[in-house]
T-cell receptor, first 111, second 114 residues
Framework: ELKVEQNPLFLSMQEGKNYTIYCNYSTTSDRLYWYRQDPGKSLESLFVLLSNGAVKQEGRLMASLDTKARLSTLHITAAVHDLSATYFCAVDMSSQGNLIFGKGTKLSVKP | KAGVTQTPRYLIKTRGQQVTLSCSPISGHRSVSWYQQTPGQGLQFLFEYFSETQRNKGNFPGRFSGRQFSNSRSEMNVSTLELGDSALYLC?????????????FGPGTRLTVL
């Protein structure tokens, strides 16, 4: 059974600081997704990582994938309040629309 | 391009009743997946449909069922509601659901069971 673990589950940061969220998964996969969810809202796609060594960046967020280590990271650079949200990683195992999600990392960026 | 739409957005039901939720995917998308989100269990996969066929099913009881129509719109049904079915139900659409195309999520239907 595929398990996806994120850490930390809660993260309180000061504006301007850097931090990394980790996503480990238990079975071989080369398809990993990062989503953002604001309170009371749906999930917004951030990154799709489809191969070992994939790195994608958008603004202050950068995601990478190491399929050999079964690890993805979401790095936050110089955090701002607008980044406060819950971030989920998800792994696709079946190629049939079945995403297995981590429990999410609730990020709070304080001034 | 219009996003994924779900109706209704909010629903209150009592135990024992049944409920039907609807999802309209992004135009051109043929795969629709359904997920349940609760504070305790997080996001869990319910099932996925492609070309009117259920291709994959999560670990939920038979009270949870779904279908997809020829226009790719999908419905999910929960019969004999239990208190534990209270959740945010999200549907997501993608082009063909192969894993290399992104799943785009709708706003969700928040179901409360009293």
């Amino acid at each position: 059974e595929l398990k996806v673990e994120q850490n930390p589950l809660f993260l309180s940061m000061q504006e301007g600081k850097n931090y990394t969220i980790y996503c480990n998964y238990s079975t071989t996969s080369d398809r990993l997704y990062w989503y953002r969810q604001d309170p009371g809202k749906s999930l917004e796609s951030l990154f799709v990582l489809l191969s070992n060594g994939a790195v994608k960046q958008e603004g202050r967020l950068m995601a990478s994938l190491d399929t050999k280590a079964r690890l993805s990271t979401l790095h936050i650079t110089a955090a701002v309040h607008d980044l406060s949200a819950t971030y989920f990683c998800a792994v696709d195992m079946s190629s049939q629309g079945n995403l297995i999600f981590g429990k999410g990392t609730k990020l709070s960026v304080k001034p | 391009k219009a996003g994924v739409t779900q109706t209704p957005r909010y629903l209150i039901k009592t135990r024992g009743q049944q409920v039907t939720l609807s999802c309209s995917p992004i135009s051109g998308h043929r795969s629709v997946s359904w997920y349940q989100q609760t504070p305790g269990q997080g996001l869990q996969f319910l099932f996925e449909y492609f070309s009117e066929t259920q291709r994959n099913k999560g670990n939920f009881p038979g009270r949870f069922s779904g279908r997809q129509f020829s226009n790719s719109r999908s419905e999910m049904n929960v019969s004999t509601l239990e208190l534990g079915d209270s959740a945010l139900y999200l549907c997501a659409s993608s082009l063909v659901g192969t894993g290399v195309d992104t799943q785009y999520f709708g706003p969700g239907t928040r179901l409360t069971v009293l």
